[in-house]
């Protein structure tokens, strides 16, 4: 299994959990309103730093990893301007 942990700046987190559905993820958590810093600057929901982001998160069957690694990073080329996604991919080593 995996667990794809992505990061969405936008107003449609839909065009996440709509590539995470199509790839055969059967579940996932959301995170809304998220803020923090990174390469783009920082996000605080503010005047000074506007913007918010979504976190969202799912684990998944290493049959259906490989497609989803591909729907992202489709959806990444995809983006709108002031939209950015990044995500990350990690081993688990179980899910209960």
């Given at each position: 299994?995996?667990?794809?942990?992505?990061?969405?700046?936008?107003?449609?987190?839909?065009?996440?959990?709509?590539?995470?559905?199509?790839?055969?993820?059967?579940?996932?958590?959301?995170f809304p309103?998220?803020?923090?810093?990174?390469?783009?600057?920082?996000i605080e929901g503010t005047r000074v730093w506007p913007g918010e982001e979504t976190v969202v998160t799912s684990v998944v069957p290493l049959a259906c990893a490989d497609k989803l690694d591909a729907g992202l990073v489709a959806l990444q080329q995809q983006l709108e301007a002031g939209e950015r996604l990044h995500f990350?991919?990690?081993p688990v080593e179980s899910f209960r």
């Open positions: 299994m995996k667990m794809f942990w992505i990061i969405y700046a936008g107003s449609r987190v839909a065009k996440v959990t709509e590539v995470l559905l199509s790839c055969g993820a059967t579940g996932y958590t959301e309103r998220a803020h923090g810093a990174g390469t783009h600057g920082r990350a991919v990690l």
